[in-house]
C-alpha cells in the first residue's frame, strides 16, 4: 500500500468517522474472535481498537478483565456507555491510544487485533509486534484480518496482508511461541443490505510459550 497519500491523523480521521454516524459497527462480536476465546479460560484481553465495544462487552461477560483500545473519544464513549447499560464497567478498562504513539501495558493472556486495517496511518507491523510484547506466558496472540474485499465492497482492488506475511512481520523467536493456527478461511455473512455473501478471513493465532 502507498502510505504517502493516507491521513497522518489517526485520531482526527477516526473521530470524524464516527461522529458521522449513529452507529458505525454491527453490535456483534467478531466471529473469529468468539471462536478462539471460547476456547481459552478467561483472563486479562486486550482489544485493540476496540471501536464501539463489541468484542470488550462479550468477553467482560464471560468473565474476561478487559482493557478496550480506540484512538477515537466518540467510539470509547459509545462503548463505555453500552458497558454501563450491560453492568460491565467494573470489568473493563477504556483507553484512548494512537497506537502509533502509546501502547496499553500488559502482560495480557489474549491479544486481540481484529481487522486492524486503517484508511489513515498506521505503523501496523510495528503495533503488532509490540503487541505480541504484551502477551502473557502461556498466552494467547489473535490477529484477523480480511483475506479480501466483501463481495458487496464498493472496491475490490484493495490487497490485504496474508498469514505468512503478518507472521513474518512479528519476527517471533521460534523458541518463544508456537503457531496454533494461520489459515484462509471463509464464513457466511450478511452485508449491510441484507445480502447473504462468503467472507474469508485471514486467522493467525500464536502462543507465547511459558
Excluded at 93 to 104: A, K, M, S
Excluded at 106 to 123: K, T
Excluded at 142 to 169: C, K, M, Q, T
Aim: net charge negative; with cysteine; hydrophobic share 40%.
Amino acid at each position: 500500500m502507498n502510505t504517502s497519500c493516507l491521513p497522518e491523523d489517526a485520531g482526527r480521521f477516526w473521530e470524524e468517522r464516527y461522529r458521522s454516524s449513529a452507529q458505525v459497527w454491527s453490535g456483534r462480536v467478531n466471529a473469529r474472535l468468539a471462536e478462539v476465546a471460547a476456547e481459552l479460560p478467561a483472563g486479562r484481553a486486550l482489544d485493540l481498537g476496540c471501536g464501539e465495544g463489541a468484542d470488550a462487552l462479550w468477553l467482560a461477560e464471560r468473565g474476561w478483565r478487559v482493557t478496550a483500545v480506540d484512538v477515537s473519544a466518540t467510539a470509547l464513549h459509545r462503548a463505555k456507555d453500552a458497558a454501563s447499560r450491560r453492568n460491565l464497567l467494573d470489568r473493563i478498562d477504556f483507553e484512548r491510544h494512537d497506537l502509533n504513539e502509546t501502547f496499553p501495558q500488559g502482560p495480557f493472556d489474549l491479544v486481540s487485533a481484529q481487522y486492524l486495517h486503517s484508511p489513515a496511518r498506521l505503523e501496523r507491523e510495528g503495533v503488532l509486534r509490540r503487541a505480541a510484547d504484551q502477551v502473557s506466558p502461556g498466552g494467547v496472540l489473535l490477529i484477523v484480518d480480511h483475506g479480501e474485499a466483501p463481495p458487496w465492497a464498493e472496491r475490490h482492488d484493495h490487497s490485504f496482508p496474508s498469514v505468512e506475511d503478518v507472521l513474518a512481520g512479528l519476527r517471533l523467536e521460534p523458541a518463544g511461541w508456537t503457531t496454533v493456527r494461520a489459515e484462509r478461511a471463509a464464513r457466511d455473512a450478511i452485508g449491510p443490505g441484507g445480502e447473504a455473501g462468503v467472507l474469508l478471513d485471514n486467522v493467525l493465532v500464536v502462543r507465547r510459550n511459558g
